[in-house]
């Protein structure tokens, strides 16, 4: 009986041993994931005054590491982040993370000071001072297999270079001029370049602008043969075109195409008046839409 538990115990021992030694084997053999790190910034908190942040691109997402922190978007403005502590003299630092509309993503250390030397940070700047390789992009369910960067990029090359490439697409009343420019497509998006001319001296303020397809005859109105098109990202915010000005936007959409007996319709409507503004684009015009080849932006 003796026997038997002194072999016990050693097999026991043995197979501790044999444990022990696979276990190091397999922390030796883990890879630590140091490739293409992201960055931390550091920022200093308080209790009593509220830090704020201006990002680049309207803020998409946030979250906090602790409870020792509370942010939030400030009203009315899509890419200011105010921030401060909710505790005073926190002792542990913390971090928070933000990710903006244009696919970059920024990591932050926050520690306490009851008298930060800054309050307000401009993200705008690191922008600048951040090449291409440096940029922490994420990708968008929206946009598929489209990166942020490159989509903004396009929208940009379509919005300056201001080509006129469609000449028939237009609306013309109560001093109101409204024009689709020109239909882009990229992957599997579609760009629409349009502007508005305000010929009267009475700024138009606009109210929102709608993508949907309709039958050419709608006789009778019903839910179904209406389909409204959501656009996925806008240039810039437009509301007002100020009198004998003119303005210019370009709009993102999933790639689509109609029937022939359907139109997409682009209505502006205005703010507190009745100068509403509709373009009628068939679908011989969006498969017309310009190809853009490549990354260098050339539109053929």
């Known amino acids: 009986m003796k026997t038997l538990i002194k072999h016990g115990i050693a097999l026991i021992f043995l197979l501790g041993i044999h444990a022990e030694s696979q276990a190091q084997n397999t922390v030796s053999n883990v890879t630590t994931l140091n490739l293409e790190k992201i960055p931390s910034y550091q920022i200093e908190v308080t209790y009593n005054k509220t830090s704020h942040l201006i990002f680049p691109a309207p803020i998409r997402y ?54 930060p030397d800054k309050m307000n940070y401009n993200l ?73 001319i ?29 389909r409204v098109m959501t656009p996925l990202r806008t240039y810039k915010p437009l509301d007002e075109i100020v009198g004998n000005a003119k303005d210019q936007n370009v709009f993102l959409l999933d790639q689509f195409t109609i029937s022939d007996d359907k139109l997409l319709l682009i209505e502006m409507y205005e703010n507190n008046g009745e100068r509403h503004q509709v373009l009628k684009v068939e679908c011989c015009d969006l498969v017309r839409a310009k190809l853009i080849k490549n990354l260098e932006l050339k539109i053929n």
């Open 198 to 226: 305000n010929c009267s001296n009475a700024p138009f303020q606009i109210d929102f602008v709608q993508f949907k397809v309709v039958d050419k005859k709608r006789a009778k109105r019903t839910l179904i043969q209406e």
């Open 124 to 196: 705008l700047q690191l922008k600048k001072n951040t090449s291409g390789a440096d940029v922490n992009e994420v990708f968008f369910e929206e946009l598929g297999s489209n990166s942020p960067s490159i989509v903004n990029t396009i929208l940009e090359a379509i919005y300056k270079e201001n080509k006129r490439i469609i000449k028939r697409i237009d609306s013309n009343s109560f001093g109101i001029r409204f024009l689709l420019k020109g239909i882009y497509i990229h992957k599997d998006k579609l760009y629409l370049h349009t502007e508005l």
């Open 62 to 115: 946030v979250d906090l590491g602790s409870e020792f922190l509370i942010a939030d978007k400030a009203k009315e403005v899509d890419n200011v982040l105010r921030l401060k502590a909710t505790v005073r003299d926190f002792a542990e630092e913390t971090n928070f993370s933000v990710i903006t509309e244009d696919g970059r993503f920024y990591n932050f250390n926050a520690c306490y000071n009851s008298f």
